[in-house]
């Protein structure tokens, strides 16, 4: 069964912390890794990421895959309020046909002024 | 741009009642998908369309069924509400089957079966 767990479950910092979120997974067919952010309502599309070692970047967002060790990390420096949210990341898995995106149970981080 | 709509945005229903969760996307996207996300499981795959009459089952399909007769629109149905199938029920779409940029999400529809 193909599974992706999230950690921390949740996390409490203070404004300008830098935090680590951690998503590890066992699938077959993997193709590529996904972190979103989840505010009120809709997910919204954060970073896809497909070779190891090659970190991408939005601002103070950035992230990194290890596909030998079956892992990626979120990386969240000088944390703001508005990064209040909950993060998840899914796994992209295709084999002939039969495509799937599976997810995380999500992190939930909440930033204190 | 309307992106991916999803009505209504809430909806209580008594068990046993039935009802359809509306999706439409103007982004002539190929491929459409629903989602439940319930407290502690994250997102979870119902159905799933890759064109215009093609479905498939997702993980959690049982007492939801769909279908896809148009490109713009995948409805979610439900054949006789259960109040295990509380949740926020997320529609979602993509260019293609094959990811490149992360799926679009609608703004989901909070279900309450009582």
């Known amino acids: 069964e193909d599974k992706v767990v999230q950690s921390p479950l949740s996390l409490v910092v203070h404004e300008g912390d830098t935090v680590t979120l951690n998503c590890s997974y066992e699938?077959?067919?993997?193709?590529?890794l996904l972190w979103y952010k989840q505010e009120k309502k809709a997910p919204t599309f954060l970073f896809m990421l497909?070779?190891?070692?090659i970190e991408k970047k939005s601002g103070r967002l950035s992230s990194i895959l290890d596909k030998k060790e079956l892992f990626s990390i979120l990386n969240i420096t000088a944390t703001q309020t508005g990064d209040s949210a909950i993060y998840l990341c899914?796994?992209?898995?295709?084999?002939?046909?039969?495509?799937?995106?599976?997810f995380g149970t999500g992190t939930r981080l909440t930033i204190i002024p | 741009n309307a992106g991916v709509t999803q009505t209504p945005k809430f909806q209580v229903l008594k068990t046993g009642q039935s009802m359809t969760l509306q999706c439409a996307q103007d982004?002539?996207?190929?491929?459409m998908s629903w989602y439940r996300q319930d407290p502690g499981m994250g997102l979870r795959l119902i159905h799933y369309?890759?064109?215009?009459?093609?479905?498939d089952q997702g993980e959690v399909p049982n007492g939801y069924n769909v279908s896809r007769s148009t490109t713009e629109d995948f409805p979610l149905r439900l054949l006789s509400a259960a109040p295990s199938q509380t949740s926020v029920y997320f529609c979602?779409?993509?260019?293609?089957?094959?990811?490149?940029?992360?799926?679009?999400f609608g703004s989901g529809t909070r279900l309450t079966v009582v």
């Open positions: 979602a779409s993509s260019y293609t089957r094959y990811i490149t940029g992360g799926y679009t």
């Open positions: 497909t070779s190891s070692g």
């Open positions: 899914a796994v992209f898995i295709s084999n002939f046909g039969n495509e799937k995106l599976t």
């Open positions: 982004m002539n996207h190929e491929y």
């Open positions: 699938v077959t067919n993997f193709r590529s």
């Open positions: 369309s890759v064109g215009a009459g093609i479905t």
